[in-house]
Protein backbone atom coordinates (compact mmCIF):
# COMPACT_ATOMS: atom_id res chain seq x y z
CA UNK A 1 0.00 0.00 0.00
CA UNK A 2 1.25 3.43 -1.20
CA UNK A 3 0.43 6.61 0.77
CA UNK A 4 0.83 9.86 -1.42
CA UNK A 5 -0.30 13.34 -1.49
CA UNK A 6 -2.91 13.86 -4.33
CA UNK A 7 -0.84 15.51 -7.74
CA UNK A 8 -1.66 18.59 -8.33
CA UNK A 9 -3.51 17.65 -11.64
CA UNK A 10 -0.64 15.06 -14.07
CA UNK A 11 2.43 17.14 -12.67
CA UNK A 12 4.21 13.31 -11.97
CA UNK A 13 3.20 9.84 -12.74
CA UNK A 14 3.75 8.77 -9.20
CA UNK A 15 0.50 7.69 -8.36
CA UNK A 16 -0.49 6.09 -12.07
CA UNK A 17 2.78 3.49 -12.87
CA UNK A 18 2.39 -0.10 -11.04
CA UNK A 19 5.91 0.32 -9.99
CA UNK A 20 6.71 1.94 -7.34
CA UNK A 21 10.19 3.86 -7.03
CA UNK A 22 11.59 1.09 -4.49
CA UNK A 23 11.00 -1.66 -7.23
CA UNK A 24 13.38 0.02 -9.89
CA UNK A 25 16.91 -1.29 -10.29
CA UNK A 26 17.72 2.05 -12.24
CA UNK A 27 16.94 4.96 -11.21
CA UNK A 28 17.13 6.52 -14.71
CA UNK A 29 14.95 3.68 -16.00
CA UNK A 30 12.20 4.20 -13.21
CA UNK A 31 12.18 7.79 -14.27
CA UNK A 32 11.47 6.94 -17.42
CA UNK A 33 9.04 4.35 -17.23
CA UNK A 34 7.08 6.91 -15.13
CA UNK A 35 7.26 9.27 -17.95
CA UNK A 36 5.54 6.94 -20.19
CA UNK A 37 3.06 6.23 -17.88
CA UNK A 38 2.04 9.94 -17.69
CA UNK A 39 1.95 10.70 -21.35
CA UNK A 40 0.05 7.55 -22.22
CA UNK A 41 -2.47 8.78 -19.56
CA UNK A 42 -2.21 12.26 -20.94
CA UNK A 43 -3.18 10.98 -23.96
CA UNK A 44 -6.73 8.92 -23.08
CA UNK A 45 -9.35 10.07 -24.62
CA UNK A 46 -12.46 11.08 -22.14
CA UNK A 47 -15.15 11.66 -25.12
CA UNK A 48 -16.14 8.07 -25.40
CA UNK A 49 -17.03 7.58 -21.32
CA UNK A 50 -20.27 7.66 -20.35
CA UNK A 51 -21.40 8.11 -16.63
CA UNK A 52 -24.36 6.40 -14.80
CA UNK A 53 -25.25 7.73 -10.96
CA UNK A 54 -26.56 5.20 -8.70
CA UNK A 55 -27.21 5.53 -5.27
CA UNK A 56 -26.17 2.32 -2.49
CA UNK A 57 -23.04 -0.02 -3.32
CA UNK A 58 -23.45 -2.88 -5.72
CA UNK A 59 -20.41 -6.01 -5.76
CA UNK A 60 -17.61 -5.55 -8.23
CA UNK A 61 -13.99 -6.86 -8.60
CA UNK A 62 -11.53 -4.37 -8.40
CA UNK A 63 -9.16 -6.04 -10.58
CA UNK A 64 -11.82 -5.83 -13.21
CA UNK A 65 -13.76 -2.30 -12.79
CA UNK A 66 -10.98 -0.30 -10.91
CA UNK A 67 -12.65 1.97 -7.75
CA UNK A 68 -11.66 4.91 -6.24
CA UNK A 69 -13.52 5.55 -3.24
CA UNK A 70 -13.56 9.15 -2.10
CA UNK A 71 -15.21 11.78 0.36
CA UNK A 72 -14.36 14.31 3.37
CA UNK A 73 -12.26 12.87 5.99
CA UNK A 74 -15.16 12.36 8.11
CA UNK A 75 -17.48 10.96 5.48
CA UNK A 76 -14.99 8.37 4.96
CA UNK A 77 -14.36 7.71 9.21
CA UNK A 78 -18.20 6.54 9.31
CA UNK A 79 -17.68 3.81 6.62
CA UNK A 80 -17.61 0.11 8.14
CA UNK A 81 -15.98 -2.87 6.69
CA UNK A 82 -19.35 -4.19 5.75
CA UNK A 83 -20.28 -0.56 3.97
CA UNK A 84 -17.34 -0.92 1.28
CA UNK A 85 -16.16 -5.04 1.29
CA UNK A 86 -18.52 -5.67 -1.74
CA UNK A 87 -16.42 -2.62 -3.71
CA UNK A 88 -12.78 -4.64 -2.41
CA UNK A 89 -12.92 -7.96 -1.97
CA UNK A 90 -10.95 -10.38 -2.70
CA UNK A 91 -8.22 -7.96 -3.76
CA UNK A 92 -8.74 -5.95 -0.40
CA UNK A 93 -8.49 -7.11 3.15
CA UNK A 94 -10.67 -5.61 6.26
CA UNK A 95 -6.71 -5.26 7.64
CA UNK A 96 -6.00 -2.95 4.63
CA UNK A 97 -8.59 -1.62 4.40
CA UNK A 98 -8.46 -0.08 7.80
CA UNK A 99 -4.97 0.68 7.46
CA UNK A 100 -6.06 3.00 4.25
CA UNK A 101 -8.59 4.61 6.99
CA UNK A 102 -5.77 5.31 9.33
CA UNK A 103 -4.03 6.61 6.94
CA UNK A 104 -5.98 9.04 4.37
CA UNK A 105 -8.02 10.25 7.95
CA UNK A 106 -5.10 11.35 9.76
CA UNK A 107 -3.96 13.76 6.90
CA UNK A 108 -7.51 15.06 4.89
CA UNK A 109 -6.11 15.30 1.41
CA UNK A 110 -4.01 12.01 1.19
CA UNK A 111 -4.65 8.88 -1.03
CA UNK A 112 -3.34 5.75 -0.88
CA UNK A 113 -3.84 2.96 -3.26
CA UNK A 114 -5.50 -0.32 -1.44
CA UNK A 115 -4.74 -2.05 -4.12
CA UNK A 116 -2.21 -1.43 -7.15
CA UNK A 117 -3.75 0.67 -9.90
CA UNK A 118 -7.13 -0.91 -8.95
CA UNK A 119 -8.45 0.08 -5.75
CA UNK A 120 -7.65 3.47 -4.68
CA UNK A 121 -8.83 5.59 -1.27
CA UNK A 122 -8.76 9.58 -0.71
CA UNK A 123 -9.93 12.31 1.42
CA UNK A 124 -10.83 16.03 0.73
CA UNK A 125 -9.19 18.68 2.07
CA UNK A 126 -10.44 19.62 5.87
CA UNK A 127 -10.71 22.63 5.68
CA UNK A 128 -13.25 25.42 4.06
CA UNK A 129 -13.46 28.95 3.99
CA UNK A 130 -16.65 30.31 4.25
CA UNK A 131 -16.87 31.44 0.40
CA UNK A 132 -15.75 27.83 -0.77
CA UNK A 133 -18.21 25.10 -1.70
CA UNK A 134 -19.31 22.98 1.54
CA UNK A 135 -19.06 20.14 -0.99
CA UNK A 136 -15.16 20.67 -1.55
CA UNK A 137 -15.98 20.11 -5.20
CA UNK A 138 -12.86 22.02 -6.67
CA UNK A 139 -10.82 19.25 -4.89
CA UNK A 140 -12.85 16.34 -6.11
CA UNK A 141 -12.50 17.43 -9.33
CA UNK A 142 -8.93 17.37 -8.60
CA UNK A 143 -8.78 14.03 -7.75
CA UNK A 144 -10.73 12.44 -9.99
CA UNK A 145 -8.87 13.22 -13.11
CA UNK A 146 -5.64 12.53 -11.58
CA UNK A 147 -6.61 8.83 -10.44
CA UNK A 148 -8.88 8.07 -14.22
CA UNK A 149 -8.05 4.23 -15.82
CA UNK A 150 -8.31 3.81 -19.01
CA UNK A 151 -10.94 1.04 -18.51
CA UNK A 152 -14.47 0.96 -16.64
CA UNK A 153 -14.28 1.95 -13.34
CA UNK A 154 -16.23 3.09 -10.35
CA UNK A 155 -16.06 5.84 -8.28
CA UNK A 156 -17.78 5.59 -4.59
CA UNK A 157 -19.00 8.96 -3.42
CA UNK A 158 -19.70 9.26 0.28
CA UNK A 159 -21.40 12.71 1.11
CA UNK A 160 -24.04 14.23 2.01
CA UNK A 161 -26.82 14.66 -0.09
CA UNK A 162 -27.00 18.14 -0.31
CA UNK A 163 -23.02 17.90 -1.54
CA UNK A 164 -24.43 15.04 -4.04
CA UNK A 165 -25.24 17.69 -7.06
CA UNK A 166 -22.13 19.95 -6.53
CA UNK A 167 -19.67 16.58 -6.78
CA UNK A 168 -22.11 14.83 -9.65
CA UNK A 169 -21.37 18.44 -11.83
CA UNK A 170 -17.79 17.79 -10.47
CA UNK A 171 -17.36 14.50 -12.13
CA UNK A 172 -18.44 15.51 -14.68
CA UNK A 173 -16.68 18.13 -15.73
CA UNK A 174 -13.31 16.04 -15.25
CA UNK A 175 -14.56 13.96 -18.26
CA UNK A 176 -14.50 16.63 -20.86
CA UNK A 177 -16.36 15.15 -24.34
CA UNK A 178 -14.13 16.76 -26.67
CA UNK A 179 -11.34 16.14 -28.38
CA UNK A 180 -9.64 15.64 -31.81
CA UNK A 181 -6.89 13.20 -31.07
CA UNK A 182 -5.43 10.58 -33.53
CA UNK A 183 -5.03 6.72 -32.50
CA UNK A 184 -1.67 5.98 -31.75
CA UNK A 185 0.05 3.88 -33.83
CA UNK A 186 3.35 1.45 -33.10
CA UNK A 187 6.25 2.81 -35.69
CA UNK A 188 5.98 1.55 -38.83
CA UNK A 189 2.34 0.16 -38.47
CA UNK A 190 0.65 0.84 -42.27
CA UNK A 191 -2.12 2.33 -40.57
CA UNK A 192 -3.93 3.51 -36.73
CA UNK A 193 -5.29 0.80 -34.69
CA UNK A 194 -9.23 1.17 -33.93
CA UNK A 195 -10.17 3.29 -31.61
CA UNK A 196 -10.56 2.75 -28.19
CA UNK A 197 -13.88 0.96 -27.28
CA UNK A 198 -16.46 2.72 -25.34
CA UNK A 199 -15.43 2.98 -21.30
CA UNK A 200 -18.41 3.37 -18.68
CA UNK A 201 -17.86 4.94 -15.37
CA UNK A 202 -20.13 4.45 -12.43
CA UNK A 203 -20.66 6.85 -9.46
CA UNK A 204 -22.38 4.98 -6.54
CA UNK A 205 -23.38 7.43 -4.38
CA UNK A 206 -22.74 6.74 -0.52
CA UNK A 207 -25.02 9.24 1.47
CA UNK A 208 -24.01 9.96 5.20
CA UNK A 209 -26.68 11.03 7.30
CA UNK A 210 -26.96 14.66 8.08
CA UNK A 211 -27.60 13.76 11.96
CA UNK A 212 -24.48 11.77 12.18
CA UNK A 213 -22.59 15.26 11.37
CA UNK A 214 -24.52 17.84 13.42
CA UNK A 215 -28.10 20.11 12.15
CA UNK A 216 -26.27 22.98 12.66
CA UNK A 217 -23.24 22.38 10.08
CA UNK A 218 -25.51 23.84 7.41
CA UNK A 219 -25.75 27.23 9.23
CA UNK A 220 -22.17 27.39 10.00
CA UNK A 221 -21.46 26.55 5.80
CA UNK A 222 -23.91 29.56 5.22
CA UNK A 223 -26.38 27.73 3.13
CA UNK A 224 -29.25 28.69 5.39
CA UNK A 225 -31.51 25.85 7.05
CA UNK A 226 -31.57 22.33 5.35
CA UNK A 227 -34.59 21.75 3.96
CA UNK A 228 -36.25 18.16 4.83
CA UNK A 229 -35.73 16.73 1.99
CA UNK A 230 -31.71 16.61 1.85
CA UNK A 231 -32.37 14.96 5.48
CA UNK A 232 -33.70 11.08 4.34
CA UNK A 233 -30.39 9.86 3.49
CA UNK A 234 -31.85 8.63 0.44
CA UNK A 235 -31.63 9.42 -3.44
CA UNK A 236 -34.87 8.56 -5.27
CA UNK A 237 -34.87 7.07 -9.19
CA UNK A 238 -35.98 11.16 -9.76
CA UNK A 239 -33.27 12.78 -7.72
CA UNK A 240 -30.36 10.41 -9.10
CA UNK A 241 -31.76 11.54 -12.72
CA UNK A 242 -31.66 14.83 -11.64
CA UNK A 243 -27.73 14.38 -11.23
CA UNK A 244 -27.78 12.84 -14.33
CA UNK A 245 -28.66 15.86 -16.27
CA UNK A 246 -26.70 17.82 -14.32
CA UNK A 247 -23.80 15.77 -15.14
CA UNK A 248 -24.57 15.83 -18.94
CA UNK A 249 -25.95 19.04 -19.28
CA UNK A 250 -22.11 20.77 -17.57
CA UNK A 251 -20.18 18.16 -19.83
CA UNK A 252 -22.48 19.75 -22.82
CA UNK A 253 -21.61 23.13 -21.86
CA UNK A 254 -17.96 22.22 -21.64
CA UNK A 255 -17.83 20.52 -25.17
CA UNK A 256 -19.16 23.46 -26.95
CA UNK A 257 -16.93 25.56 -25.15
CA UNK A 258 -14.05 22.75 -25.83
CA UNK A 259 -14.58 22.50 -29.61
CA UNK A 260 -12.75 24.60 -31.95
CA UNK A 261 -14.33 27.87 -34.36
CA UNK A 262 -13.60 25.97 -37.74
CA UNK A 263 -16.03 23.08 -36.35
CA UNK A 264 -18.14 25.25 -33.61
CA UNK A 265 -18.64 28.22 -36.04
CA UNK A 266 -22.49 30.13 -35.69
CA UNK A 267 -23.73 27.39 -37.80
CA UNK A 268 -22.78 24.52 -35.63
CA UNK A 269 -24.03 26.40 -32.39
CA UNK A 270 -27.07 26.89 -34.09
CA UNK A 271 -27.69 22.95 -34.72
CA UNK A 272 -27.04 22.78 -31.36
CA UNK A 273 -29.87 24.09 -29.94
CA UNK A 274 -32.08 22.83 -32.45
CA UNK A 275 -30.80 19.42 -31.68
CA UNK A 276 -31.56 20.28 -28.28
CA UNK A 277 -34.82 20.66 -28.87
CA UNK A 278 -36.01 17.94 -30.63
CA UNK A 279 -34.52 16.08 -27.92
CA UNK A 280 -36.22 18.03 -25.32
CA UNK A 281 -39.71 17.81 -27.56
CA UNK A 282 -40.51 21.34 -27.43
CA UNK A 283 -41.24 24.16 -30.19
CA UNK A 284 -37.87 24.52 -32.61
CA UNK A 285 -35.92 27.45 -31.71
CA UNK A 286 -36.61 31.12 -33.53
CA UNK A 287 -33.67 32.23 -35.05
CA UNK A 288 -33.02 36.02 -36.24
CA UNK A 289 -29.68 36.06 -38.10
CA UNK A 290 -28.17 38.19 -40.37
CA UNK A 291 -29.32 41.58 -42.21
CA UNK A 292 -32.63 40.50 -40.39
CA UNK A 293 -30.74 41.79 -37.33
CA UNK A 294 -29.73 44.89 -38.81
CA UNK A 295 -33.37 45.45 -39.94
CA UNK A 296 -34.86 44.64 -36.29
CA UNK A 297 -32.30 47.53 -35.46
CA UNK A 298 -29.87 44.99 -33.60
CA UNK A 299 -26.73 46.83 -34.33
CA UNK A 300 -25.33 45.58 -30.94
CA UNK A 301 -24.82 41.64 -32.19
CA UNK A 302 -25.22 42.57 -36.06
CA UNK A 303 -22.29 45.11 -36.13
CA UNK A 304 -20.11 42.56 -34.20
CA UNK A 305 -20.42 39.81 -36.14
CA UNK A 306 -21.11 41.08 -39.64
CA UNK A 307 -17.28 40.85 -40.90
CA UNK A 308 -17.60 37.04 -40.11
CA UNK A 309 -18.35 33.88 -42.83
CA UNK A 310 -21.00 32.75 -40.67
CA UNK A 311 -23.52 35.22 -40.03
CA UNK A 312 -24.44 36.29 -36.47
CA UNK A 313 -27.55 35.14 -35.00
CA UNK A 314 -30.16 35.73 -32.34
CA UNK A 315 -31.23 32.13 -31.50
CA UNK A 316 -34.10 31.52 -28.68
CA UNK A 317 -35.48 28.27 -27.41
CA UNK A 318 -38.86 28.78 -25.23
CA UNK A 319 -40.28 26.55 -22.46
CA UNK A 320 -43.89 28.16 -21.88
CA UNK A 321 -46.27 25.70 -19.71
CA UNK A 322 -50.16 27.20 -19.21
CA UNK A 323 -51.10 29.63 -16.67
CA UNK A 324 -47.68 30.54 -16.28
CA UNK A 325 -47.80 34.18 -15.18
CA UNK A 326 -43.82 34.88 -14.67
CA UNK A 327 -41.02 34.95 -17.20
CA UNK A 328 -37.40 34.39 -17.09
CA UNK A 329 -34.94 34.89 -19.52
CA UNK A 330 -31.16 33.94 -19.66
CA UNK A 331 -29.04 35.24 -22.00
CA UNK A 332 -25.55 33.90 -22.84
CA UNK A 333 -22.71 35.35 -24.55
CA UNK A 334 -21.69 33.37 -27.74
CA UNK A 335 -18.71 34.29 -29.20
CA UNK A 336 -17.51 31.43 -30.87
CA UNK A 337 -14.39 33.27 -31.06
CA UNK A 338 -13.17 36.12 -30.55
CA UNK A 339 -10.04 38.04 -32.48
CA UNK A 340 -10.65 41.32 -30.75
CA UNK A 341 -11.67 42.68 -33.97
CA UNK A 342 -9.76 45.40 -35.75
CA UNK A 343 -8.88 46.14 -32.22
CA UNK A 344 -7.01 42.59 -32.29
CA UNK A 345 -5.53 40.91 -29.19
CA UNK A 346 -2.02 39.95 -28.99
CA UNK A 347 -0.70 36.44 -30.27
CA UNK A 348 -0.85 34.98 -26.91
CA UNK A 349 -3.78 36.47 -25.53
CA UNK A 350 -5.81 35.33 -28.70
CA UNK A 351 -5.16 31.36 -27.76
CA UNK A 352 -7.95 30.02 -26.48
CA UNK A 353 -11.01 32.61 -27.51
CA UNK A 354 -12.88 29.10 -28.92
CA UNK A 355 -14.13 29.53 -25.41
CA UNK A 356 -15.56 33.18 -25.66
CA UNK A 357 -18.96 31.15 -25.81
CA UNK A 358 -18.89 30.07 -22.87
CA UNK A 359 -22.12 31.81 -21.43
CA UNK A 360 -24.46 30.52 -24.14
CA UNK A 361 -23.34 27.05 -23.53
CA UNK A 362 -23.93 26.80 -20.41
CA UNK A 363 -27.26 28.81 -20.57
CA UNK A 364 -28.22 26.24 -23.26
CA UNK A 365 -27.02 23.43 -20.43
CA UNK A 366 -29.06 24.85 -18.01
CA UNK A 367 -32.37 25.22 -19.91
CA UNK A 368 -32.28 21.27 -20.77
CA UNK A 369 -31.98 20.54 -17.51
CA UNK A 370 -34.75 22.97 -16.46
CA UNK A 371 -37.09 22.00 -19.14
CA UNK A 372 -36.61 18.38 -18.06
CA UNK A 373 -37.69 19.53 -14.55
CA UNK A 374 -40.54 20.76 -15.76
CA UNK A 375 -40.86 24.25 -14.23
CA UNK A 376 -43.87 26.87 -13.40
CA UNK A 377 -42.96 29.33 -15.15
CA UNK A 378 -42.05 30.99 -18.76
CA UNK A 379 -38.71 30.07 -19.65
CA UNK A 380 -36.38 31.59 -22.15
CA UNK A 381 -32.72 31.01 -23.65
CA UNK A 382 -31.67 33.52 -25.31
CA UNK A 383 -27.84 32.70 -27.24
CA UNK A 384 -26.38 35.81 -28.54
CA UNK A 385 -24.01 34.25 -31.09
CA UNK A 386 -21.40 35.95 -33.33
CA UNK A 387 -17.74 35.89 -34.44
CA UNK A 388 -15.67 38.87 -33.92
CA UNK A 389 -13.84 38.52 -37.20
CA UNK A 390 -11.30 40.86 -38.88
CA UNK A 391 -12.13 41.69 -42.31
CA UNK A 392 -13.25 44.29 -44.86
CA UNK A 393 -16.70 44.51 -42.57
CA UNK A 394 -15.69 44.55 -39.17
CA UNK A 395 -16.47 47.34 -37.13
CA UNK A 396 -13.86 49.92 -36.67
CA UNK A 397 -13.10 51.70 -33.34
CA UNK A 398 -14.85 55.72 -33.52
CA UNK A 399 -17.79 53.68 -35.64
CA UNK A 400 -21.23 54.26 -33.72
CA UNK A 401 -23.47 51.58 -33.97
CA UNK A 402 -27.65 51.72 -32.41
CA UNK A 403 -28.43 48.76 -30.66
CA UNK A 404 -31.79 47.44 -29.83
CA UNK A 405 -32.50 49.81 -27.15
CA UNK A 406 -32.52 52.09 -29.14
CA UNK A 407 -29.54 53.92 -27.38
CA UNK A 408 -26.20 54.82 -29.72
CA UNK A 409 -23.11 53.18 -28.78
CA UNK A 410 -19.60 54.65 -29.83
CA UNK A 411 -16.90 52.27 -30.59
CA UNK A 412 -13.54 52.76 -28.51
CA UNK A 413 -12.90 49.05 -28.16
CA UNK A 414 -13.87 46.53 -30.81
CA UNK A 415 -12.58 43.80 -28.18
CA UNK A 416 -15.29 44.82 -25.51
CA UNK A 417 -17.59 43.35 -28.03
CA UNK A 418 -19.71 40.77 -25.46
CA UNK A 419 -21.39 43.96 -23.87
CA UNK A 420 -22.76 45.25 -27.33
CA UNK A 421 -24.20 41.24 -27.70
CA UNK A 422 -25.49 41.37 -24.45
CA UNK A 423 -27.42 44.33 -24.85
CA UNK A 424 -29.24 43.45 -27.49
CA UNK A 425 -30.27 40.18 -26.54
CA UNK A 426 -31.64 41.11 -22.31
CA UNK A 427 -33.06 44.00 -24.22
CA UNK A 428 -34.88 41.51 -26.82
CA UNK A 429 -35.47 39.25 -23.59
CA UNK A 430 -37.13 42.10 -21.92
CA UNK A 431 -39.18 43.92 -25.01
CA UNK A 432 -39.99 40.76 -26.90
CA UNK A 433 -40.21 37.71 -24.39
CA UNK A 434 -41.47 40.09 -21.55
CA UNK A 435 -39.17 38.63 -19.00
CA UNK A 436 -39.38 39.90 -15.51
CA UNK A 437 -36.22 38.15 -14.36
CA UNK A 438 -33.25 38.30 -16.76
CA UNK A 439 -30.12 37.06 -16.20
CA UNK A 440 -26.87 37.18 -17.92
CA UNK A 441 -24.22 35.13 -18.47
CA UNK A 442 -20.86 35.68 -20.09
CA UNK A 443 -16.73 35.41 -20.57
CA UNK A 444 -17.10 38.71 -20.44
CA UNK A 445 -13.72 40.57 -18.87
CA UNK A 446 -10.52 39.48 -18.11
CA UNK A 447 -10.41 41.87 -15.22
CA UNK A 448 -13.07 39.31 -13.82
CA UNK A 449 -10.32 36.98 -12.82
CA UNK A 450 -8.58 39.47 -10.91
CA UNK A 451 -11.19 40.76 -8.96
CA UNK A 452 -13.02 37.44 -8.34
CA UNK A 453 -10.42 34.81 -8.88
CA UNK A 454 -10.20 31.82 -11.19
CA UNK A 455 -13.38 29.79 -8.87
CA UNK A 456 -16.06 32.64 -8.25
CA UNK A 457 -17.72 34.32 -10.79
CA UNK A 458 -18.27 37.99 -10.51
CA UNK A 459 -22.13 38.88 -10.23
CA UNK A 460 -23.92 42.29 -10.27
CA UNK A 461 -27.43 42.41 -9.61
CA UNK A 462 -30.22 45.37 -9.33
CA UNK A 463 -31.55 43.45 -6.24
CA UNK A 464 -30.01 42.45 -3.50
CA UNK A 465 -32.52 39.62 -2.88
CA UNK A 466 -31.57 37.86 -6.20
CA UNK A 467 -27.34 38.74 -5.82
CA UNK A 468 -28.13 36.74 -2.19
CA UNK A 469 -29.74 33.86 -3.59
CA UNK A 470 -27.07 33.48 -6.85
CA UNK A 471 -24.47 33.36 -3.48
CA UNK A 472 -26.04 30.81 -2.14
CA UNK A 473 -27.08 28.76 -5.14
CA UNK A 474 -23.33 29.22 -6.01
CA UNK A 475 -22.15 27.60 -2.35
CA UNK A 476 -24.37 24.45 -2.65
CA UNK A 477 -23.76 23.66 -6.55
CA UNK A 478 -20.00 24.48 -6.97
CA UNK A 479 -20.33 27.27 -9.09
CA UNK A 480 -18.90 29.75 -6.75
CA UNK A 481 -20.18 33.40 -7.01
CA UNK A 482 -18.89 36.54 -5.45
CA UNK A 483 -20.86 39.96 -5.47
CA UNK A 484 -19.42 43.08 -6.96
CA UNK A 485 -20.23 46.50 -6.14
CA UNK A 486 -23.73 47.53 -8.05
CA UNK A 487 -23.55 51.77 -7.66
CA UNK A 488 -23.70 53.13 -11.17
CA UNK A 489 -24.37 56.66 -9.88
CA UNK A 490 -20.09 56.05 -8.94
CA UNK A 491 -19.31 53.96 -12.30
CA UNK A 492 -21.40 54.45 -15.10
CA UNK A 493 -19.66 57.96 -16.31
CA UNK A 494 -16.81 56.05 -17.54
CA UNK A 495 -18.51 55.70 -20.65
CA UNK A 496 -19.40 59.02 -21.34
CA UNK A 497 -19.20 59.72 -25.09
CA UNK A 498 -19.02 63.54 -26.58
CA UNK A 499 -21.03 61.92 -29.58
CA UNK A 500 -23.13 59.47 -28.62
CA UNK A 501 -25.25 57.76 -25.93
CA UNK A 502 -21.95 56.03 -24.63
CA UNK A 503 -18.69 54.67 -25.23
CA UNK A 504 -18.72 50.83 -24.89
CA UNK A 505 -14.94 50.62 -23.10
CA UNK A 506 -14.37 52.51 -19.91
CA UNK A 507 -12.07 55.50 -19.41
CA UNK A 508 -10.64 53.73 -16.54
CA UNK A 509 -9.75 50.44 -16.31
CA UNK A 510 -9.00 50.38 -12.89
CA UNK A 511 -12.24 51.85 -11.71
CA UNK A 512 -13.93 48.54 -11.32
CA UNK A 513 -13.81 47.45 -14.93
CA UNK A 514 -16.18 44.22 -14.41
CA UNK A 515 -18.75 45.93 -12.87
CA UNK A 516 -18.75 48.84 -15.52
CA UNK A 517 -19.26 46.26 -17.83
CA UNK A 518 -22.30 45.16 -16.65
CA UNK A 519 -23.85 48.24 -15.88
CA UNK A 520 -23.47 48.79 -19.49
CA UNK A 521 -25.75 45.88 -20.52
CA UNK A 522 -28.22 47.31 -17.63
CA UNK A 523 -28.05 50.49 -19.20
CA UNK A 524 -29.73 49.21 -22.50
CA UNK A 525 -33.02 47.87 -20.08
CA UNK A 526 -32.77 50.80 -18.52
CA UNK A 527 -31.58 51.80 -14.72
CA UNK A 528 -35.15 52.03 -13.94
CA UNK A 529 -36.10 48.61 -15.21
CA UNK A 530 -38.68 47.24 -13.11
CA UNK A 531 -37.52 43.84 -12.92
CA UNK A 532 -34.88 41.87 -11.89
CA UNK A 533 -31.12 41.75 -13.32
CA UNK A 534 -28.54 39.61 -12.49
CA UNK A 535 -25.17 39.82 -14.84
CA UNK A 536 -22.95 36.71 -14.88
CA UNK A 537 -18.92 37.60 -15.46
CA UNK A 538 -17.77 33.76 -15.38
CA UNK A 539 -14.64 34.59 -17.87
CA UNK A 540 -11.69 32.81 -15.06
CA UNK A 541 -14.12 29.68 -13.92
CA UNK A 542 -15.32 28.43 -17.50
CA UNK A 543 -11.80 27.18 -17.48
CA UNK A 544 -9.31 25.02 -16.12
CA UNK A 545 -6.02 25.08 -17.70
CA UNK A 546 -6.95 24.37 -21.12
CA UNK A 547 -10.07 22.53 -20.60
CA UNK A 548 -14.51 23.96 -20.29
CA UNK A 549 -15.92 23.46 -16.92
CA UNK A 550 -19.47 23.63 -18.27
CA UNK A 551 -19.52 26.51 -15.69
CA UNK A 552 -22.91 27.83 -15.17
CA UNK A 553 -25.43 24.99 -15.45
CA UNK A 554 -24.81 23.62 -11.94
CA UNK A 555 -25.09 27.86 -10.84
CA UNK A 556 -28.57 28.33 -12.84
CA UNK A 557 -29.85 24.90 -12.10
CA UNK A 558 -29.71 25.52 -8.61
CA UNK A 559 -30.82 29.14 -8.38
CA UNK A 560 -34.18 28.38 -10.45
CA UNK A 561 -34.61 25.18 -9.15
CA UNK A 562 -37.45 26.44 -6.62
CA UNK A 563 -39.47 26.91 -10.00
CA UNK A 564 -39.16 23.41 -10.94
CA UNK A 565 -41.10 19.83 -10.09
CA UNK A 566 -37.46 18.30 -9.40
CA UNK A 567 -37.44 17.37 -5.49
CA UNK A 568 -33.54 17.93 -5.19
CA UNK A 569 -33.58 21.31 -7.02
CA UNK A 570 -36.22 22.65 -5.09
CA UNK A 571 -34.62 21.33 -1.77
CA UNK A 572 -31.14 23.03 -2.71
CA UNK A 573 -32.74 26.38 -4.29
CA UNK A 574 -31.55 29.11 -2.33
CA UNK A 575 -35.01 30.42 -0.12
CA UNK A 576 -37.28 32.85 -2.33
CA UNK A 577 -37.84 36.39 -1.39
Known amino acids: MRISRIPNGLRTGR ?21 VNVRNVRRMSNASVSIKFRWGLSPSDPEQQPVLIVGQASHIASLTWDDVRCKLEPRVTEEAWRRGIQCVTSSPGD ?9 SLATLPARRSRHAAPARSHALAKIVRATQR ?13 DALASAASIGRSYPLYHARSPAAPLGAPAAPPAPPARALTVEIHLVH ?5 DAESEEEGIGTLDPALCDNALSAEELSTLQDVAEATRLAARITDTPANIMNVDSFIEEAFKLSKDLDISAPTVIRGEELKAKGMGGLYGVGRAAACPPALVVLSWQPPGATDTVAWVGKGIVYDTGGLSIKARTSMVGMKGDCGGAAAVLGAFAVAVKA ?9 LCLAENAVGPNATRPDDIHQLYSGRTVEINNTDAEGRLVLSDGVVYASRDLKADTIVDVATLTGAQGTATGKYHAAIVSNDSALEAQC ?38 RNNAQPSCAGLFILAHLGFDFPGKWLHVDMAAPAHCGERATGYGVALLSVLFGAHTRSKLLRALAPAQK
Do not use: Q, Y
Open 210 to 214: EKLLG
Open 111 to 119: SCELWPRAA
Open 150 to 162: SSDETIVLVCRKR
Open 374 to 382: RPSVNLHAV
Open 471 to 508: VGAGLVSGDLAHPLPFAPELHFTEFTSCVADMKNSVAD
Open 15 to 35: NLSSRSEASCSDGEKCINWTR
